[in-house]
């Protein structure tokens, strides 16, 4: 919008973000509404949106007795180590395709981008088997390592905020007697934080929801992640507040890290040349 755009197109278009927004929350709304109502309220006719009274016991019962306490700390642990191996491989791949020339750089660049065409479901049955091999059925092994291999997608946001930087800066340290792992922890790193922020949302919300690769690599209990406890509170035919609560909790985190770092996620993807 300009500032010769009608007044009335103007209020057109709010009222559509307005009524657009309404429609993308009102589901979370209904969920935790739902999951602070007793069993007997959530087969009321008709059905309110503000239980009264609220029953917070369904969040008690799915922390302890379902073990969802576990399954976040799991969740946590998974999360962390993908995240620090993501934003660190990735980061250190990308500086040096952006930075260095070298034979094969363009091929090799071209070749990683190439993958993110390969669909998830053609490599899924033979890496299953090559963990199965290592003995890494029932570990969070093949969860976490594959971040510390530098995948493709993230390689390419931060070689296009590296490449978009100065390259003076670099001859710069080159001629003061930076050695390149100094450059790259000393200057670069510190200056691609708004791409790292983007990375790091991107990778949070990837580990935090998976839930394909904890259903086929992992079979004790103990070890289920937070979206492979609520499918196994699904399969329990437990009433919906009890698995609204368990929505809740899975959902809630992905929520607040968004939230807090939401202004960091957009101003990575834009600096990028991601935008659309």
């Known amino acids: 919008m300009t500032k010769n755009t009608p007044f009335f197109i103007k209020l057109l278009l709010y009222v559509l973000l307005m009524a657009g927004a309404v429609i993308m929350v009102f589901p979370f709304i209904w969920m935790i509404s739902t999951s602070l109502k007793t069993v007997g309220a959530i087969a009321q006719m008709p059905p309110k949106l503000i239980p009264d009274p609220a029953d917070f016991s369904n969040y008690t019962t799915v922390w302890t007795k379902v073990n969802f306490g576990r399954y976040t700390l799991n969740s946590f642990f998974i999360v962390v180590f993908d995240m620090i191996g993501s934003l660190l491989s990735?980061?250190?791949?990308?500086?040096?395709?952006?930075?260095?020339?070298?034979?094969?750089?363009?091929?090799?660049?071209?070749?990683?981008?190439?993958?993110l065409m390969v669909p998830g479901q053609v490599t899924m049955i033979p890496t299953y088997f090559i963990w199965k091999k290592f003995h890494g059925l029932d570990t969070y092994y093949p969860l976490i390592i594959p971040s510390f291999l530098a995948?493709?997608?993230?390689?390419?946001?931060?070689?296009?905020?590296?490449?978009?930087?100065?390259?003076?800066?670099?001859?710069?340290?080159?001629i003061d007697g930076c050695s390149p792992p100094g450059i790259f922890f000393r200057i670069y790193l510190p200056l691609c934080k708004p791409a790292l922020a983007a990375l790091g949302v991107f990778?949070?919300?990837?580990?935090?929801?998976?839930?394909?690769?904890?259903?086929?690599?992992?079979?004790?209990?103990?070890?289920?992640?937070?979206?492979?406890?609520?499918?196994?509170?699904?399969?329990?035919?437990?009433?919906?507040?009890?698995?609204?609560?368990?929505?809740?909790?899975?959902?809630l985190p992905v929520v607040i890290v968004y939230l807090f770092a939401q202004k960091q996620f957009v101003q990575g993807i834009a600096s990028t040349g991601l935008k659309g």
Request: charged share 10%; proline share 4%; net charge positive.
């Open 151 to 174: 995948g493709a997608f993230g390689v390419f946001l931060l070689h296009q905020y590296i490449k978009a930087l100065p390259k003076e800066l670099y001859e710069s340290a080159t």
């Open 203 to 251: 990778t949070f919300m990837g580990a935090w929801n998976n839930t394909l690769g904890p259903l086929i690599y992992l079979q004790t209990k103990d070890l289920y992640t937070l979206p492979l406890g609520l499918l196994y509170l699904k399969s329990e035919n437990v009433n919906q507040a009890l698995l609204m609560a368990g929505a809740v909790i899975t959902t």
């Open 90 to 115: 990735c980061a250190f791949v990308a500086f040096g395709l952006a930075m260095f020339n070298f034979k094969l750089r363009g091929p090799i660049f071209l070749t990683m981008l190439a993958t």
